[in-house]
């Protein structure tokens, strides 16, 4: 298996086992030995499971393990499907994060909702390395790159939707885990930092019938066959 962009060694963080599966096949990898993040693989690909708690738990736990084992990570990326914001980006399209928003970290009062940028508690968005970004956004030119919110609630109404768009209006897609991924990756600077992310749905009223979820591993997967050099 070779480097990905150059990078020495890299971790993939998914939230199920069908994006880690998706993943793995890009790379040209049928399966992953349960020993890799131990044995040194210079690509280890984990389902973290859903949401932002979850990303951040395992990608945390991984980055510290390998440190610990003199084996650091130099990229870790937050990877999988998620919402695309109509007009943006199209469903089985691929959108790169410049930076991931926890959108509804905050406090919501009768005025509104406030950050917790706005209310002086830390921030709730992280830019993707610079160079990685230059370097994903080379690899994969048909890409849509732009801010990707990480939510702990799927939008699910049209009413929510037009109050995160308001809310993030050059925002590109939404998803569960990336600000989760980017926490972690944080307490390592050394670790480049990134999203990718193929559009299985549009976000707004929901209708699990319509996600179109083989579309969206299709162009995950074939994102990181890409990027793999394959
Ligand atoms: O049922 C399946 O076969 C299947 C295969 C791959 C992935 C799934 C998921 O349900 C993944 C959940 C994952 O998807 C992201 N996501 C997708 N659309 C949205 C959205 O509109 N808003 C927020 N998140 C979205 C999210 O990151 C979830 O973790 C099922």
Do not use: C
């Not at 020495?8 to 086992?17: E, H, N, S, Y």
């Not at 389902?47 to 991984?62: H, I, L, N, R, S």
């Not at 003199?70 to 790169?96: K, Q």
């Not at 600077?189 to 929901?206: Q, Y």
């Amino acid at each position: 298996m070779r480097e990905l962009l150059g990078y020495g060694r890299t971790l993939v963080v998914t939230a199920v086992d069908a994006e880690r599966d998706t993943v793995l096949a890009g790379l040209g990898l049928g399966s992953q030995p349960p020993d890799a993040l131990e044995a040194g693989a210079p690509v280890v690909v984990v389902a973290a499971g859903v949401g932002p708690a979850a990303a951040a738990a395992v990608t945390a736990q991984f980055l510290t393990a390998a440190v610990h084992d003199g084996t650091p990570f130099d990229l870790v990326l937050s990877a999988g499907i998620a919402g695309g914001f109509a007009g943006r980006v199209e469903i089985g399209g691929l959108a790169v994060a410049t930076e991931s928003i926890a959108a509804d970290l905050g406090a919501a009062g009768p005025d509104g909702f406030q950050s917790v940028d706005e209310l002086g508690f830390g921030t709730a968005r992280l830019d993707a390395d610079p160079a990685l970004l230059r370097a994903l956004r080379l690899a994969l030119p048909e890409a849509v790159g732009g801010p990707i919110l990480t939510v702990a609630t799927v939008t699910g109404t049209a009413a929510a939707k037009e109050t995160v768009e308001k809310r993030h209006p050059d925002a590109v897609a939404e998803a569960m885990e990336g600000f989760g991924v980017a926490t972690a990756a944080r307490l390592w600077p050394a670790t480049a930092f990134g999203e990718l992310r193929t559009i299985s749905n549009a976000v707004g009223p929901r209708d699990r019938a319509a996600w179109r979820i083989p579309q969206a591993l299709e162009t995950l997967r074939d994102a990181f066959a890409t990027l793999s050099g394959r």
